[in-house]
């Protein structure tokens, strides 16, 4: 089944201790992107990635980072999160940008 | 940057009725997408439109591409309670990010 999987789903932990958010993606998509989903502000983009090795900013990607060694992932981590990152975090994917993108189920993210 | 203005914010109605929701930019996009984003789940694309004018039906939803490229709208006929989500308008140039509206949650009471 072609899909897009984000671990962990849920993660409650406290400012300051580095996290990672794994992304997969089994479609062969060359595109993905991170994006948060929060109240009032709908989505926006973290990073993105065109390629393998290949990666750029978004909209918000101050206080991230990100890397893309292999197609089919592209993890989002946090070096030293604070509590203005608690948010709803989406990786998707396609297989050009200009592609629709496919969107996995989410990580809740709440920092203490 | 680009900005899409979607609306209504939130919609509440009877099973049954039908739906209207829309998008407008400043911009011209040559893509516009709506997805519907279930409670606890990410955003699933409903209908793509890539053509000014272009009218497109999947099942109960129609959607349609303005022919200024600046808007476009989605309707939902005779609604059922599986309607219920928020649903983004997004629009996209060529080599350009894509633009996400703020989204539409919709209520539908039984």
């Known amino acids: 089944e072609a899909q897009v999987t984000q671990n962990p789903r849920y993660l409650i932990t406290v400012t300051g201790k580095k996290l990672t958010v794994t992304c997969s993606q089994n479609?062969?998509?060359?595109?993905m992107s991170w994006y948060r989903q929060d109240p009032g502000l709908g989505l926006r983009q973290i990073y993105y990635?065109?390629?393998?090795?290949?990666?750029d900013k978004g909209d918000v990607p101050e206080g991230y980072k990100v890397s893309r060694k292999e197609k089919r992932n592209f993890p989002l981590i946090l070096e030293s999160p604070s509590p203005n990152q608690t948010s709803l975090y989406f990786c998707?994917?396609?297989?050009?940008?200009?592609?629709?993108?496919?969107f996995g189920d989410g990580t809740r993210l709440s920092i203490l | 940057g680009q900005q899409l203005n979607q609306s209504p914010q939130s919609m509440f109605i009877q099973e049954g009725e039908d739906v209207s929701m829309n998008c407008t930019s400043s911009?011209?996009?040559?893509?516009w997408l709506w997805y519907k984003q279930d409670p606890g789940e990410g955003p699933v694309l409903l209908i793509a439109l890539y053509k000014a004018g272009e009218l497109t039906s999947n099942g109960r939803l129609t959607a349609q591409f303005g022919i200024t490229r600046k808007d476009s709208f989605l309707n939902i006929s005779a609604s059922i309670p599986s309607d219920v989500g928020i649903y983004f308008c997004?629009?996209?140039?060529?080599?350009?990010?894509?633009?996400f509206g703020k989204g539409t949650k919709l209520t539908v009471n039984p």
């Open positions: 997004a629009g996209q140039l060529v080599s350009e990010k894509l633009v």
């Open positions: 479609m062969n998509h060359e595109y």
């Open positions: 990635s065109m390629n393998v090795e290949v990666t």
């Open positions: 911009s011209i996009f040559n893509t």
């Open positions: 998707a994917s396609s297989l050009y940008r200009e592609q629709p993108q496919h």
